[in-house]
Structure formats: C-alpha cells, structure tokens
C-alpha cells in the first residue's frame, strides 16, 4: 500500500503522492503478469536504473506509466533508507 511515509518521500521529490497510486497499482498488475512482483527494496536504486527499463519494456508501460512505476519504486526506497 502506499503509506504517508511514502506520500511524503513522493512530495519531497516534487512527485504527487498520486502518482504513487498509479505506479503501485501497475507494480502489482502489469509488472506481476510473469512473476511474483519483486520486493522494491531487494534490489539497489542503481540495479532498478538497469532492471526497470527492461521490465517496463516487457510490461508494454507507456513512458509516463515507468515513470509511476519509477516514483512508486524511489518512494519505497526512500521509507526504506531515509
Ligand atoms: C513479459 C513478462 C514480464 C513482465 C511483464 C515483467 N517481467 Fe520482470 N522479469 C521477467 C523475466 C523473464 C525475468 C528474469 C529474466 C530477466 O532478468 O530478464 C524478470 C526479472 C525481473 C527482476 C529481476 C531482475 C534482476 O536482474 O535482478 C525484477 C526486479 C523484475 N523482473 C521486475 C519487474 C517489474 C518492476 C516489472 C513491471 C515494470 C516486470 N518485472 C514485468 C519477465 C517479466
């Protein structure tokens, strides 16, 4: 779920917390068609620079769709790591 913690990392990016809702539902959907959705923080921000434009190729995400995607990922990260 998108938690307040995470609308604030978002709004501290200059991200509408919105945009989180997205990417999440798209995360959980789209991204979980070939495999269990990966847990965000197994992966580094710089390994998630290499996999999510792979990923979101594979999806078939339209680029504003990986960059909610992208902006959901960073908003758990930074919760993750403040
Ligand atoms: C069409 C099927 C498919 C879809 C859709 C898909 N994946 Fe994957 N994913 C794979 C396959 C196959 C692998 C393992 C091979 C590889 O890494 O390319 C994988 C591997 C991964 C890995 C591990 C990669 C690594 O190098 O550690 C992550 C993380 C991941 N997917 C995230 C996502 C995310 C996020 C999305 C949505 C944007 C997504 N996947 C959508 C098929 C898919």
Redesign the pocket.
Same mark, same amino acid.
């Given at each position: 779920m998108v938690t307040a913690g995470m609308s604030s990392a978002a709004a501290a990016n200059g991200v509408d917390p919105a945009v989180l809702g997205r990417g999440r539902a %798209?995360?959980v959907g789209?991204?979980a068609?070939?495999?269990v959705p990966?847990e965000v923080t197994s992966?580094t921000r710089q390994?998630w620079d290499e996999? %999510?434009p792979?990923?979101?190729d594979?999806?078939g %995400?339209e680029p504003v769709e990986?960059e909610e995607?992208a902006a959901y990922i960073d908003a758990v990260i930074d919760v993750a790591e403040p």
């Open positions: %798209l995360y789209s991204c068609r070939c495999h990966v992966r390994q996999i %999510l792979r990923m979101a594979k999806a %995400l990986e995607v």
